[in-house]
Protein backbone atom coordinates (compact mmCIF):
# COMPACT_ATOMS: atom_id res chain seq x y z
CA UNK A 1 0.00 0.00 0.00
CA UNK A 2 1.34 3.73 -0.78
CA UNK A 3 1.87 6.44 2.11
CA UNK A 4 0.27 9.33 2.51
CA UNK A 5 2.14 12.67 3.43
CA UNK A 6 -0.59 13.73 6.35
CA UNK A 7 -3.62 12.20 7.56
CA UNK A 8 -6.09 15.39 9.73
CA UNK A 9 -8.21 13.74 12.27
CA UNK A 10 -10.25 15.70 14.78
CA UNK A 11 -7.16 18.28 15.61
CA UNK A 12 -4.59 15.10 15.24
CA UNK A 13 -2.18 15.39 12.66
CA UNK A 14 -0.72 11.73 11.71
CA UNK A 15 2.34 12.47 8.79
CA UNK A 16 3.88 9.64 6.55
CA UNK A 17 1.18 6.38 7.73
CA UNK A 18 0.96 3.38 5.95
CA UNK A 19 -2.94 3.78 4.87
CA UNK A 20 -4.19 0.69 6.84
CA UNK A 21 -2.36 1.35 10.02
CA UNK A 22 -4.29 5.21 9.69
CA UNK A 23 -7.19 3.68 10.04
CA UNK A 24 -6.72 1.35 12.59
CA UNK A 25 -4.98 4.98 14.29
CA UNK A 26 -8.34 6.37 13.85
CA UNK A 27 -9.87 3.60 15.31
CA UNK A 28 -7.94 3.88 18.71
CA UNK A 29 -8.37 7.94 18.82
CA UNK A 30 -12.40 7.19 18.50
CA UNK A 31 -12.16 4.61 21.39
CA UNK A 32 -10.53 7.59 23.83
CA UNK A 33 -14.86 8.12 24.62
CA UNK A 34 -15.12 3.81 25.22
CA UNK A 35 -18.26 2.35 26.93
CA UNK A 36 -17.17 -0.78 29.44
CA UNK A 37 -20.61 -2.37 30.38
CA UNK A 38 -21.04 -5.32 32.52
CA UNK A 39 -24.73 -6.91 32.43
CA UNK A 40 -24.88 -8.95 35.95
CA UNK A 41 -25.74 -12.65 36.02
CA UNK A 42 -28.86 -12.04 38.21
CA UNK A 43 -30.21 -9.38 36.02
CA UNK A 44 -30.07 -11.43 32.76
CA UNK A 45 -30.84 -14.57 34.34
CA UNK A 46 -32.42 -15.64 37.32
CA UNK A 47 -30.23 -17.03 39.71
CA UNK A 48 -32.40 -19.07 41.83
CA UNK A 49 -33.49 -21.23 38.69
CA UNK A 50 -30.49 -23.38 37.14
CA UNK A 51 -30.44 -22.24 33.04
CA UNK A 52 -33.23 -19.43 33.26
CA UNK A 53 -32.38 -16.96 30.49
CA UNK A 54 -34.47 -13.86 30.70
CA UNK A 55 -34.10 -13.13 27.12
CA UNK A 56 -36.37 -9.69 27.13
CA UNK A 57 -34.58 -7.87 29.84
CA UNK A 58 -31.10 -8.82 27.72
CA UNK A 59 -32.76 -7.58 24.45
CA UNK A 60 -34.16 -4.32 26.01
CA UNK A 61 -30.38 -3.96 27.85
CA UNK A 62 -28.79 -4.42 24.44
CA UNK A 63 -30.83 -2.17 22.64
CA UNK A 64 -30.40 0.52 25.16
CA UNK A 65 -26.11 -0.10 24.18
CA UNK A 66 -26.98 1.14 20.57
CA UNK A 67 -26.46 4.89 21.78
CA UNK A 68 -22.97 4.30 23.19
CA UNK A 69 -21.76 2.33 19.42
CA UNK A 70 -20.12 4.94 17.94
CA UNK A 71 -18.23 5.10 20.70
CA UNK A 72 -17.12 1.92 20.71
CA UNK A 73 -18.26 -0.51 23.19
CA UNK A 74 -16.94 -3.81 25.60
CA UNK A 75 -18.63 -5.91 27.27
CA UNK A 76 -18.78 -8.14 30.17
CA UNK A 77 -21.51 -10.23 31.66
CA UNK A 78 -21.72 -12.20 34.41
CA UNK A 79 -22.69 -15.90 34.60
CA UNK A 80 -25.59 -15.71 36.91
CA UNK A 81 -27.42 -19.02 36.96
CA UNK A 82 -25.71 -20.65 33.96
CA UNK A 83 -22.50 -20.75 35.94
CA UNK A 84 -23.03 -20.21 39.64
CA UNK A 85 -25.33 -22.40 40.86
CA UNK A 86 -22.97 -25.93 39.65
CA UNK A 87 -19.86 -24.18 40.62
CA UNK A 88 -21.27 -23.25 44.36
CA UNK A 89 -22.27 -27.47 44.63
CA UNK A 90 -18.89 -28.25 43.90
CA UNK A 91 -17.02 -26.05 44.99
CA UNK A 92 -15.11 -25.32 41.78
CA UNK A 93 -13.89 -21.93 43.04
CA UNK A 94 -11.52 -23.82 45.09
CA UNK A 95 -9.42 -25.18 42.36
CA UNK A 96 -9.17 -28.81 41.57
CA UNK A 97 -9.88 -30.90 45.21
CA UNK A 98 -11.13 -34.12 44.11
CA UNK A 99 -11.67 -36.23 40.21
CA UNK A 100 -15.28 -35.92 39.73
CA UNK A 101 -15.02 -31.98 39.86
CA UNK A 102 -13.79 -32.31 36.43
CA UNK A 103 -16.96 -33.22 34.67
CA UNK A 104 -18.75 -30.19 36.57
CA UNK A 105 -15.91 -28.04 35.35
CA UNK A 106 -16.94 -29.09 31.46
CA UNK A 107 -20.56 -28.71 32.44
CA UNK A 108 -20.05 -24.63 33.52
CA UNK A 109 -18.13 -24.26 30.88
CA UNK A 110 -20.68 -25.64 28.38
CA UNK A 111 -23.43 -23.74 30.31
CA UNK A 112 -21.43 -20.32 30.89
CA UNK A 113 -21.24 -20.51 26.34
CA UNK A 114 -24.91 -21.41 26.21
CA UNK A 115 -25.74 -18.21 28.30
CA UNK A 116 -22.43 -15.92 26.07
CA UNK A 117 -24.17 -17.16 23.03
CA UNK A 118 -27.69 -15.85 24.05
CA UNK A 119 -26.26 -13.16 24.98
CA UNK A 120 -24.64 -12.53 21.47
CA UNK A 121 -27.77 -12.96 19.71
CA UNK A 122 -29.63 -10.60 21.86
CA UNK A 123 -26.80 -8.16 20.93
CA UNK A 124 -26.41 -8.93 17.18
CA UNK A 125 -30.79 -8.43 17.33
CA UNK A 126 -30.28 -5.18 18.47
CA UNK A 127 -27.66 -3.99 15.45
CA UNK A 128 -24.42 -4.51 17.68
CA UNK A 129 -21.77 -6.73 15.70
CA UNK A 130 -20.98 -8.57 18.97
CA UNK A 131 -18.03 -11.44 19.12
CA UNK A 132 -17.16 -13.96 21.97
CA UNK A 133 -14.39 -13.25 23.72
CA UNK A 134 -13.99 -15.91 26.27
CA UNK A 135 -11.21 -14.58 29.41
CA UNK A 136 -8.97 -17.76 28.97
CA UNK A 137 -8.15 -16.37 25.57
CA UNK A 138 -6.70 -13.13 26.85
CA UNK A 139 -5.42 -14.11 30.37
CA UNK A 140 -3.47 -16.69 32.46
CA UNK A 141 -4.60 -17.28 36.16
CA UNK A 142 -2.73 -18.43 38.91
CA UNK A 143 -4.23 -18.90 42.59
CA UNK A 144 -7.29 -17.51 41.29
CA UNK A 145 -6.14 -14.36 40.38
CA UNK A 146 -4.92 -12.83 36.78
CA UNK A 147 -1.35 -13.66 35.91
CA UNK A 148 -1.14 -12.09 32.70
CA UNK A 149 -3.42 -10.28 30.44
CA UNK A 150 -3.21 -9.20 26.76
CA UNK A 151 -5.55 -6.76 25.45
CA UNK A 152 -4.53 -7.68 21.65
CA UNK A 153 -8.11 -9.64 21.17
CA UNK A 154 -9.95 -7.12 22.60
CA UNK A 155 -8.27 -4.65 20.62
CA UNK A 156 -8.17 -6.16 17.25
CA UNK A 157 -11.81 -6.54 17.35
CA UNK A 158 -12.81 -3.05 18.49
CA UNK A 159 -10.53 -1.99 15.33
CA UNK A 160 -12.94 -3.89 13.13
CA UNK A 161 -15.78 -2.33 14.29
CA UNK A 162 -16.66 -5.23 16.65
CA UNK A 163 -18.17 -5.26 20.28
CA UNK A 164 -16.16 -8.06 22.24
CA UNK A 165 -17.66 -9.76 24.98
CA UNK A 166 -16.37 -11.11 27.56
CA UNK A 167 -17.83 -13.26 30.70
CA UNK A 168 -17.81 -15.01 33.74
CA UNK A 169 -15.99 -18.55 33.54
CA UNK A 170 -14.22 -21.84 34.36
CA UNK A 171 -10.54 -20.93 33.36
CA UNK A 172 -7.52 -23.27 33.77
CA UNK A 173 -5.58 -21.92 36.61
CA UNK A 174 -1.22 -22.86 37.14
CA UNK A 175 -1.06 -23.63 40.72
CA UNK A 176 -4.97 -24.61 41.35
CA UNK A 177 -5.99 -26.85 38.16
CA UNK A 178 -9.05 -24.44 37.45
CA UNK A 179 -10.47 -21.38 39.10
CA UNK A 180 -13.39 -18.87 38.70
CA UNK A 181 -12.64 -15.89 36.53
CA UNK A 182 -15.51 -14.01 37.33
CA UNK A 183 -17.20 -10.91 34.99
CA UNK A 184 -15.54 -8.42 37.58
CA UNK A 185 -12.32 -9.31 37.86
CA UNK A 186 -12.65 -9.04 33.51
CA UNK A 187 -14.30 -5.43 34.09
CA UNK A 188 -11.12 -4.72 35.87
CA UNK A 189 -8.57 -6.09 33.47
CA UNK A 190 -10.46 -3.96 30.79
CA UNK A 191 -10.71 -0.73 32.52
CA UNK A 192 -7.04 -1.00 33.41
CA UNK A 193 -6.11 -2.22 29.53
CA UNK A 194 -8.39 0.33 27.99
CA UNK A 195 -9.22 3.86 30.44
CA UNK A 196 -13.15 3.82 29.09
CA UNK A 197 -15.01 7.34 29.35
CA UNK A 198 -17.95 5.42 31.06
CA UNK A 199 -18.10 2.03 33.00
CA UNK A 200 -21.67 1.01 33.89
CA UNK A 201 -22.63 -2.16 36.24
CA UNK A 202 -26.28 -3.66 35.75
CA UNK A 203 -27.16 -4.79 38.87
CA UNK A 204 -30.98 -5.58 40.06
CA UNK A 205 -30.87 -2.94 42.68
CA UNK A 206 -31.15 1.06 42.17
CA UNK A 207 -27.30 0.74 43.33
CA UNK A 208 -25.15 0.26 47.20
CA UNK A 209 -27.64 0.58 49.89
CA UNK A 210 -27.14 1.60 53.57
CA UNK A 211 -29.08 -1.71 54.74
CA UNK A 212 -30.15 -4.87 52.09
CA UNK A 213 -33.52 -3.46 49.86
CA UNK A 214 -34.66 -6.84 49.58
CA UNK A 215 -34.97 -7.23 52.93
CA UNK A 216 -35.63 -3.64 54.55
CA UNK A 217 -37.83 -0.79 53.52
CA UNK A 218 -36.00 1.80 54.91
CA UNK A 219 -32.61 0.99 53.56
CA UNK A 220 -31.59 4.42 51.44
CA UNK A 221 -29.76 4.42 47.98
CA UNK A 222 -26.36 5.85 48.36
CA UNK A 223 -25.66 8.62 45.81
CA UNK A 224 -21.72 7.76 45.97
CA UNK A 225 -19.60 4.95 47.46
CA UNK A 226 -15.45 5.32 47.75
CA UNK A 227 -13.03 3.89 50.05
CA UNK A 228 -13.91 5.31 53.53
CA UNK A 229 -17.76 3.46 52.80
CA UNK A 230 -17.89 0.93 54.98
CA UNK A 231 -19.71 -2.64 55.10
CA UNK A 232 -22.12 -3.29 57.96
CA UNK A 233 -23.28 -7.39 58.14
CA UNK A 234 -26.61 -5.73 56.79
CA UNK A 235 -25.07 -4.76 53.90
CA UNK A 236 -22.73 -7.47 53.91
CA UNK A 237 -26.00 -9.45 53.48
CA UNK A 238 -27.81 -7.31 50.45
CA UNK A 239 -25.83 -10.07 47.51
CA UNK A 240 -26.83 -13.70 47.75
CA UNK A 241 -23.37 -15.08 48.54
CA UNK A 242 -21.61 -16.63 45.30
CA UNK A 243 -18.27 -18.00 44.28
CA UNK A 244 -17.39 -14.69 42.77
CA UNK A 245 -16.97 -13.06 46.25
CA UNK A 246 -18.99 -11.01 48.86
CA UNK A 247 -19.52 -7.63 48.16
CA UNK A 248 -17.47 -5.84 49.98
CA UNK A 249 -14.82 -7.79 47.14
CA UNK A 250 -17.23 -6.85 44.51
CA UNK A 251 -16.86 -2.82 45.93
CA UNK A 252 -13.16 -2.99 46.17
CA UNK A 253 -12.64 -4.24 42.61
CA UNK A 254 -15.10 -1.32 41.38
CA UNK A 255 -13.29 0.96 43.57
CA UNK A 256 -10.18 0.01 41.88
CA UNK A 257 -11.93 -0.03 38.28
CA UNK A 258 -12.92 3.90 39.02
CA UNK A 259 -9.50 4.56 39.01
CA UNK A 260 -9.03 3.49 35.12
CA UNK A 261 -12.29 5.44 33.78
CA UNK A 262 -13.40 9.22 33.64
CA UNK A 263 -17.02 7.79 35.52
CA UNK A 264 -18.16 4.68 37.28
CA UNK A 265 -21.93 3.74 38.08
CA UNK A 266 -24.22 1.18 39.25
CA UNK A 267 -27.59 1.22 37.72
CA UNK A 268 -30.60 -0.97 37.91
CA UNK A 269 -30.50 -3.13 34.45
CA UNK A 270 -34.14 -4.00 35.82
CA UNK A 271 -35.44 -0.82 34.53
CA UNK A 272 -35.83 0.52 31.33
CA UNK A 273 -34.23 3.43 30.39
CA UNK A 274 -31.44 3.20 33.09
CA UNK A 275 -28.53 2.35 30.93
CA UNK A 276 -30.05 4.06 28.13
CA UNK A 277 -30.05 7.23 29.94
CA UNK A 278 -26.17 6.47 31.75
CA UNK A 279 -24.68 6.19 28.21
CA UNK A 280 -26.20 9.51 27.16
CA UNK A 281 -24.66 11.23 30.41
CA UNK A 282 -28.96 11.89 31.60
CA UNK A 283 -28.97 12.13 35.38
CA UNK A 284 -30.15 8.08 36.35
CA UNK A 285 -30.66 7.08 39.95
CA UNK A 286 -27.95 5.04 40.38
CA UNK A 287 -24.73 4.96 42.65
CA UNK A 288 -21.44 6.35 41.90
CA UNK A 289 -18.18 5.09 42.59
CA UNK A 290 -15.72 7.61 43.51
CA UNK A 291 -12.02 7.00 43.31
CA UNK A 292 -9.59 6.21 45.92
CA UNK A 293 -7.92 9.86 47.09
CA UNK A 294 -4.28 10.28 46.37
CA UNK A 295 -2.38 11.56 48.91
CA UNK A 296 -0.19 14.17 48.80
Known sequence: MGLVSTLSYDGFIIDNCNRFDDVRHIMRLERILMILVK????VITDKSRLRTFRRSVCDRLAREMRFGASEGVLVVHGAGSFGHIVA?????????????QVEHVATVQRDVRELNLRVLESLIDAGL????VPP???STFE????????????????DMGLVPVSFGDVVPDMAMGFCICSGDLMM????????PRLVVFCADVDGVFDKDPKLDKSAKLLDEIDSSTTMTPSKERSVNADVTGSMKGKMERMLAISEHCEKCIIVNGNVRG??????????VKSTTVVP????A
Do not use: M, W
Open 188 to 195: AELAKAFK
Open 292 to 295: RQVS
Open 136 to 138: ASS
Open 143 to 158: NGCVKTFSDTPFSSLL
Open 39 to 42: LGGS
Open 129 to 132: NAIS
Open 88 to 100: KKYALHKGLKYDS
Open 274 to 283: RLESAIKGKQ
